[in-house]
């Protein structure tokens, strides 16, 4: 595979639990709202924090956890040929990377609204 080439490492602690534990977590439920309100305020920097966090709570983050939903349906009965990495760092908080490896071939996936950049 291709991962040392992006420095990813498994992560050994997240099991089929884990997973579905990270998903409802209500620390990272909070942080993703945050994500979410900067997604938006990088799109529109008129937008004011109240604003955004108003569209957040208004729909945004309903929307997003349904497809967040969508994602774990896709993922959880394929478990047996799911592997998760993140960066070298070993970054928590940070974004995953799932790989899905089948007989049709090998996929990665990432839910893009954790995905973070620092910009320069």
Same mark, same amino acid.
Request: net charge negative; no cysteine; charged share 35%.
């Given at each position: 595979m291709y991962l040392s080439q992006f420095k990813l490492v498994e992560c050994t602690y997240m099991n089929k639990k884990g997973f579905k534990e990270w998903l409802t977590d209500e620390d990272n439920l909070k942080r993703w709202k945050k994500y979410l309100t900067d997604a938006l305020q990088e799109k529109d920097f008129k937008?004011?924090?109240?604003?955004?966090?108003a569209k957040v709570e208004g729909g945004v983050m309903k929307e997003w956890k /349904?497809? #967040?939903?969508n994602f774990a349906k896709f993922l959880l009965p394929q478990w047996k040929?799911?592997?998760?990495?993140h960066d070298a760092k070993e970054d928590i908080e940070g974004?995953?990377?799932f790989y899905v490896g089948d007989d049709?071939?090998?996929?990665?996936?990432?839910? /893009?609204? #954790?995905?973070?950049?620092?910009?320069?």
């Open positions: 937008l004011s924090d109240e604003d955004a966090a /349904k497809e #967040l939903t040929n799911v592997m998760i990495f974004a995953k990377i049709s071939g090998d996929h990665f996936y990432y839910i /893009k609204d #954790l995905y973070r950049t620092d910009k320069f």
